[in-house]
């Protein structure tokens, strides 16, 4: 069974440039989260998915990050417009049931100049 | 509040010896769970396991073992006879029960030489 994938595995932008990271969770598993962890700080959470719907995005920084999973399959996370201080590591899970095990990606390591 | 605290930041030991990874937790609930994930130098954080609060019996899988001590507020993690391969960033967490977000401590960077 495929885990949890994420794309790309790095990106460096310039501040003020758009970036999209996707999110493919282990197939059968309705719940997605978001989670990042900026230099020097702990993982904190982003948000959660139940299929296509928000069911937390209580750690959404700010307006310039939108998350979406259209059809509750696959999910993407923009930044717009990035800040220096977004760059980190951004890290997607799925469980099963929302009380569920989550389970990691390899992460998206993003860096803004 | 709920906090996970990882108090050592860095452990570096030589291989074979046994190794204890401290984790204290905060929180208010009467119901939550306790996580260890494995960061390896690859970047994927990696599910070693799961404890609810009303379980207070040690685990032992193989070389791991957890000890969680409701008394104490902690859940410590030992490798027994480590190896080279054990060396990663190991992070403890916390999830409530009434909600589904993970709260992390900072990780301790396990360094095994051989």
């Known amino acids: 069974e495929a885990g949890v994938t994420q794309f790309p595995s790095h990106s460096v932008i310039e501040k003020g440039q758009t970036v999209t990271l996707r999110c493919d969770p282990i197939?059968?598993?309705?719940?997605l989260y978001w989670y990042r962890r900026v230099m020097g700080k702990e993982i904190k959470f982003l948000l959660h998915?139940?299929?296509?719907?928000?069911?937390?995005e209580s750690g959404m920084p700010n307006n310039r990050f939108l998350a979406e999973r259209t059809g509750g399959t696959y999910s993407t996370l923009k930044v717009q417009p990035a800040e220096l201080e977004d760059s980190g590591v951004y890290f997607c899970?799925?469980?099963?049931?929302?009380?569920?095990?989550?389970?990691f990606g390899p992460g998206t390591r993003l860096t803004v100049l | 509040a709920q906090k996970v605290t990882q108090a050592q930041t860095e452990i570096s030991v030589v291989e074979k010896e046994d190794v204890t990874l401290d984790c204290v937790y905060e929180t208010r609930d009467t119901t939550y769970y306790l996580f260890w994930y494995k960061q390896p130098p690859s970047g994927e954080l990696v599910f070693l396991i799961r404890?609810?609060?009303?379980d207070e019996q040690n685990e032992i899988s193989g070389r791991y073992s957890w000890n969680f001590q409701k008394s104490t507020s902690s859940f410590n993690f030992t490798i027994t006879a480590s190896q080279v391969v054990d060396s990663a960033v190991y992070f403890c967490?916390?999830?409530?029960?009434?909600?589904?977000?993970?709260?992390w401590g900072a990780g301790t960077k396990l360094i095994i030489k051989p």
């Open positions: 998915f139940v299929k296509e719907s928000k069911q937390d």
């Open positions: 197939s059968g598993h309705d719940n």
């Open positions: 967490a916390l999830r409530w029960d009434s909600n589904y977000q993970l709260i």
């Open positions: 404890r609810n609060s009303f």
């Open positions: 899970a799925s469980s099963q049931v929302e009380q569920g095990t989550q389970y």
